[in-house]
Structures are given as structure tokens and as C-alpha cells.
């Protein structure tokens, strides 16, 4: 207790001769996440300057100090942190699996714990075999190029998926796959009568030949309607062409709907699923398909570096995402719909968005107002600013991402917990309250 007190002494006095705009804290809601000095101080400069100052007095301390030691103290702010799942830190089963995870060289197939998560991931889909791969942008490189592999090769996606904009153009830059991009609908889908009529069956030698279509499942949050999935494989037999799924979210889908994972994947030929993402792993993803599919991507993934060896030490961690985690997933889904319905009650004429489209553990909005906006921020810049500074005596830092346009992102995961959801709720009544206050002046 002594040390802490020292601690606390310290930090309020940091606080009070320093000028950091926001402490990167986060009160895990199982109070069990290790502090350290990384994580209790800002990003760039001030995190430098404070490290250097923090660091002897955790050596002091006689550490490991936790997260919900501090969060008693008034000096520093409570963050709810919401800008992406990918912020799930591996539970305390997780790092014990890995711990003891039993492991071989993985390159030669001799990684029981990699074995067992790929066994798993093939059964949970229904398919053949598995792979696990570093991240989900490496998934789906390798599913692409599974599929693409003759030259000229074009994929057919929707124009808002992360393949198409968020992975560097990955599958052009290193695959040379041309991306045949389809104006993507908000629920995710996009129109069958594009594909049909973009579609390039490689007989004209001016154009590229369509040698897959890919889909993204969930999308934004959103689950892709089951009748737009099986009409695509229809049309997709109809053109003898197979389909992907990036199912980085794709548990998430599964227990939306509150149906089996393998009754969604039975209609497209591979997944890419991510473990890193709301499962809490703290890396990998796993690629599923057949047998000729999944060999074809295991060569491919040695080429691009992928290959690992006693992975087992993290697989162990995919195991426990797959198994335990996808049971917590629900959780997530009713905060997020608990947090929409909290915003929209109290701004519907500022946010923009309708609650029954929140479907898993995303809350997307618009913030679409005329309030004062300053230093050129437009209005979603504007709001995420504002949650995420303190106001007066306010000590909450709410922090969302902010996407295309004035689109904003908040996303619910294991660590925001529904007292979390709470105090976001109370930060974004202070927050309105004070901005549309400004406008009336
Ligand atoms: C839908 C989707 N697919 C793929 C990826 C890529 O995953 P990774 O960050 O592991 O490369 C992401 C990452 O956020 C994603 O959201």
C-alpha cells in the first residue's frame, strides 16, 4: 500500500506540472491487466518524457501494481476506450495456455497446439483443412492468390470492404490480381446484377477474367443477410467461380444470428477468420478450405514470410478464442446496442443512424450537425475530439475512431464493460450538452 501511495503522490504531482491532454489508461473490467508505464501515459512526446520519469518509481514500487489500483485515483482520467476490438488484451487463461502450450517446429508440421487450432477452425467451418497465418491482412492475401493464381487474374468485391480499401491493395501490389470493385450497400451486400454484368469470364483477351468473388462478413458491424449469401453462390455456380469470405468478424456474425458457423460457411469455398480481433487472441488468423486449397496457400505463405515455427505458444491462445471467448461475444453485441440506444435517445436530430442496424459489436453513426466546429475539424472530427478531451472537472476520456466523411466508429470488446458503457453515455450527454450550448451564442 505504501508504494502506492508513493505512486499516487507521484502521478498527481506529474499531472499538475504536466500538460498531457490524455493518459492512455485502461481499467480492464476484470481488473487483472498489468499497469506499466506504457499504459498509463500518452503516446509520442509526453510518453517519453513521462517514461523516464515513471520508471524508477515502478522499479521502487516493488511492482506488478494492477489497473484497478488506479483506478481510484481522481488525478487521472478514466478512458473508455472504443476505437477498435483489436484492443482485447489476452485474458489470464489465454497467457496460462500459452504458458504451457506444448510446441514443435510448425514448418514441418510438427506443432500439436498449431494442429489442434487448425483441426478446430476446419470443424467449426465445415471444410477440409486450415491454416494459421499471422494476421487477417495475410489471410486474405493468401486466400486471393489460392484462388488467383493465373496471371491476369481479377477479384470481384464490394467497394467498401477491407480488402479493397484498407489492405494497400495488397493482392495488386503483390499479386498483380486486378480488383473489380462493386458499389457496396450498407448491410454489406452488393447488387447480383452487377456481378453478372461485371463479371469477365476471361474470353474477350482485352479484359482480366473474374477468378473470384469476395465477400466481407460481418461488415462494419453488420451481418450479411443469409438469403444474399446463398443467392451469391447460385450465381457463382451459374459462372463457375469461387467465393471468399473475410470473416475477420465472422464469429461475431455466427452469434448474431444464433446460428452454427459452418451454416454460413457452407456457401462460399474459403474464410479468413481473425483470433486477434473480439476472440482476444493477441495474434494469428486462420484460413479455412479444402484440402488442394489449403496446401496451395501453405506453399504461398512461406513465400510471403508467413511461415512460422513454434506458433503453438500463440495458437494455444487461438484455441481458447475459438472455444471460450466466441462464448462472451454476446456481451459485446448488447453494449454496443445499450450504448446506440443511449445516443440516440438523447441527439436523434444530431446522430445519425438507426439502432436496429446495430447487429454485433459495432456502433457506426454519423454526426451530421450544423454546431460550431473549430480549427478546421469537420463534425465528426469535432465530436470524437470533444469526447475524447476532458471538459472542467470531467475526468472521462472516451475515445471512438473516426471514419470516411463524418462517419463515426465505437466498438465493444472484452475490457469495455457495461459500467464502461455507463460512463461513455455520461460523457456524450456532458459533451452534446456543452456543444449545443455554444450554438446558441
Ligand atoms: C474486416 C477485416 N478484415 C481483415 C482485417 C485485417 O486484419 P489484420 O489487422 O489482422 O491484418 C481487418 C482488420 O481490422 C478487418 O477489420
Request: glycine letters at 6%; a neutral charge.
Amino acid at each position: 500500500m505504501a508504494s502506492v501511495r508513493v505512486f499516487n503522490v507521484f502521478i498527481r504531482q506529474l499531472n499538475a506540472k504536466t500538460n498531457f491532454s490524455v493518459f492512455a489508461f485502461s481499467v480492464s473490467s476484470k481488473h487483472s491487466s498489468k499497469c506499466n508505464v506504457s499504459n498509463i501515459v500518452p503516446e509520442g512526446n509526453d510518453r517519453t518524457f513521462a517514461s523516464t520519469l515513471l520508471r524508477p518509481v515502478f522499479a521502487y514500487s516493488s511492482l506488478p501494481l494492477h489497473a484497478h489500483t488506479f483506478a481510484t485515483m481522481s488525478s487521472i482520467e478514466r478512458v473508455v476506450d472504443l476505437r477498435s476490438d483489436t484492443l482485447t488484451a489476452p485474458t489470464d487463461a489465454m497467457r496460462k495456455a500459452m504458458a504451457e502450450a506444448e510446441v514443435g517446429d510448425d514448418v514441418h508440421r510438427e506443432d500439436p497446439t498449431v494442429n489442434r487450432l487448425q483441426s478446430l477452425a476446419a470443424e467449426l467451418c465445415g471444410k477440409e483443412d486450415a491454416l494459421f497465418v499471422p494476421t487477417g491482412t495475410m489471410g486474405n492475401l493468401l486466400c486471393v492468390f489460392g484462388h488467383c493464381f493465373e496471371r491476369g487474374s481479377e477479384v470481384m468485391l464490394g467497394n467498401s470492404s477491407h480488402l479493397y480499401l484498407r489492405e494497400q491493395g495488397g493482392v495488386a501490389q503483390w499479386g498483380g490480381v486486378y480488383m473489380n470493385a462493386l458499389p457496396n450497400r450498407k448491410d454489406g451486400t452488393f447488387s447480383l446484377d452487377d456481378v453478372r454484368s461485371k463479371f469477365h469470364d476471361g474470353k474477350d483477351f482485352h479484359e482480366s477474367k473474374t477468378s473470384l468473388i469476395a465477400i466481407e462478413n460481418t461488415m462494419n458491424g453488420r451481418i450479411l443477410p443469409m438469403d444474399f449469401i446463398k443467392e451469391l453462390r447460385q450465381l457463382a455456380n451459374e459462372l463457375n467461380v469461387p467465393i471468399h469470405m473475410d470473416g475477420a468478424r465472422l464469429l461475431n456474425a455466427a452469434v448474431g444470428l444464433n446460428v452454427p458457423v459452418s451454416s454460413i460457411t457452407q456457401y462460399v469455398d474459403s474464410v479468413s477468420i481473425c483470433l486477434s480481433k473480439s476472440l482476444g487472441a493477441p495474434v494469428g488468423s486462420v484460413i479455412v478450405g479444402s484440402k488442394q486449397f489449403i496446401a496451395r496457400t501453405r506453399r504461398i505463405r512461406t513465400a510471403l514470410g508467413g511461415a512460422m515455427r513454434q506458433s503453438g505458444v500463440i495458437a494455444a491462445a487461438g484455441i481458447l478464442a475459438l472455444t471460450d471467448m466466441v462464448k462472451r461475444l454476446h456481451i459485446d453485441h448488447e453494449n454496443a446496442k445499450t450504448f446506440a440506444k443511449g445516443i440516440i435517445q438523447y441527439s436523434p436530430q444530431y446522430i445519425n443512424f438507426d439502432v436496429d442496424e446495430i447487429e454485433t459489436n459495432m456502433v457506426w453513426f454519423d454526426v451530421n450537425t450544423k454546431l460550431p466546429t473549430y480549427e478546421g475539424r469537420n463534425p465528426a472530427q469535432e465530436f470524437c475530439y470533444r469526447m475524447a478531451n476532458r471538459y472542467n472537472d470531467d475526468d472521462v476520456v472516451v475515445k471512438m475512431s473516426k471514419f470516411f466523411g463524418v462517419s463515426v466508429r465505437c466498438v465493444f470488446y472484452n475490457g469495455v464493460s457495461q459500467a464502461h458503457v455507463k460512463l461513455a453515455l455520461e460523457k456524450f450527454h456532458s459533451v452534446m450538452k456543452a456543444w449545443i450550448s455554444e450554438s446558441n451564442f
